[in-house]
T-cell receptor
Framework: QKEVEQNSGPLSVPEGAIASLNCTYS??????FFWYRQYSGKSPELIMF????GDKEDGRFTAQLNKASQYVSLLIRDSQPSDSATYLC???????????FGQGTRLTINP | KAGVTQTPRYLIKTRGQQVTLSCSPI?????VSWYQQTPGQGLQFLFE???????NKGNFPGRFSGRQFSNSRSEMNVSTLELGDSALYLC????????????FGPGTRLTVL
């Protein structure tokens, strides 16, 4: 079992709709959860981080964490073509020294 | 603040050679981590340095090594290069006070022929 699992996609969403990206993790001791966006040929860019159960909103992005279910998700509202990228879920334990990444979900927003 | 910088951006080497990559973290950040990204394995943690000490190491062979200098700049070295070492090598810096988020540099694309 992989430590962090994501649906690799591709996930295709029409412009203006809500894109929902999901991630599960196996280590119950995980404490910090991150979403990165990576455009083709570029490095990962931090979008959101969340530490506590519940929702965290930042603009069009909402991260959701459920530690009991070992599940974290990212919602993108009013999706734009510029949101087309690979979204990486990352998890770390205490001290946050090491990030464990999922394989990423490729998202395509169709105009 | 300036972001994380990595040099060189691109490298082409042949099997058996060695390579050194450099990373300068965000000003004030004392933690530097290195990751390898390949299409097959995704993003994998190599090691993390803080105050010139390696604090954590991933599951990579001893050919992969690193160090950190007193100004927090870091280098990683790969000796006896293999074809499978072709990858994007990413450096991330983290402030050790407050939020523990890691910020990535642009990466070094290494091609081993």
């Amino acid at each position: 079992q992989k430590e962090v699992e994501q649906n690799s996609g591709p996930l295709s969403v029409p412009e203006g709709a809500i894109a929902s990206l999901n991630c599960t993790y196996s280590d119950r001791g995980s404490q910090s959860f991150f979403w990165y966006r990576q455009y083709s040929g570029k490095s990962p860019e931090l979008i959101m981080f969340i530490y506590s159960n519940g929702d965290k909103e930042d603009g069009r992005f909402t991260a959701q964490l459920n530690k009991a279910s070992q599940y974290v998700s990212l919602l993108i509202r009013d999706s734009q073509p510029s949101d087309s990228a690979t979204y990486l879920c990352a998890v770390s334990g205490q001290g946050a020294q090491k990030l464990v990444f999922g394989q990423g979900t490729r998202l395509t927003i169709n105009p | 603040k300036a972001g994380v910088t990595q040099t060189p951006r691109y490298l082409i080497k042949t099997r058996g050679q060695q390579v050194t990559l450099s990373c300068s973290p965000i000003s004030g950040h004392r933690s530097v981590s290195w990751y390898q990204q390949t299409p097959g394995q995704g993003l994998q943690f190599l090691f993390e340095y803080f105050s010139e000490t390696q604090r954590n190491k991933g599951n990579f062979p001893g050919r992969f090594s690193g160090r950190q200098f007193s100004n927090s700049r870091s280098e990683m070295n790969v000796s006896t290069l293999e074809l499978g070492d072709s990858a994007l090598y990413l450096c991330a810096s983290r402030s050790t006070s407050g939020a523990d988020t890691q910020y990535f540099g642009p990466g070094t694309r290494l091609t081993v022929l």
